[in-house]
């Protein structure tokens, strides 16, 4: 394989990949500035675990993974949004008419109850530490970091390949 061809195809996938990051970061970024707190793309969504309520399942810096169910029972993790828009993740401890009671596992009481529709899914993978990551990808200088080396990637391996042609 020639070194043309390597250029070539590092330069096709960091597009592709700048691409997707600038979609995605995009979207998010949008539903979050006209007031989405949990933006959800095709049903899933993320959120990061700010405090221990839910240790040691659930610890600080955790990457949930959220999915939009049709239906909870008591013992799921959910996250919902509470009236000011700020998101828990909490187990639910009994769902009745339509009403829902959740409790931060390392929390001695129960919340306050919470309507069904406040539910916005139900936790279906946990990574630890990848929060910290992903607060991390989300602030601009990581933004404009990433938005360097993805056009580096691609500019300067095309740049190479023309100096050799000449």
């Known amino acids: ?41 095709f049903g899933w969504g993320n959120a990061v ?28 993790v959910v996250t919902y949004q509470e009236e000011n828009g700020t998101l828990v993740t909490h187990r639910l401890m009994s769902v009745k008419n339509g009403v829902a009671v959740t409790k931060g596992d390392a929390n001695n009481t129960e919340d306050s109850p919470i309507l069904l529709k406040q539910i916005r899914g139900k936790v279906q993978a946990v990574w630890q530490g990848a929060g910290n990551v992903m607060l991390w990808l989300k602030s601009p200088i990581c933004i404009l970091l990433l938005l360097l080396v993805g056009g580096l990637l691609i500019f300067i391996p095309n740049s190479l390949i023309k100096r050799k042609v000449r």
């Open 1 to 41: 394989m020639t070194a043309k061809k390597i250029y070539k195809g590092i330069s096709v996938f960091a597009a592709v990949l700048c691409i997707i990051f600038a979609a995605v970061f995009g979207y998010t970024a949008v539903a979050k500035a006209v007031g989405e707190p949990l933006p959800m793309i």
């Open 49 to 76: 675990v700010l405090s221990g309520s839910m240790e040691p399942e659930l610890p600080v810096g955790a990457l949930v993974i959220i999915q939009k169910q049709d239906s909870y029972s008591a013992g799921d």
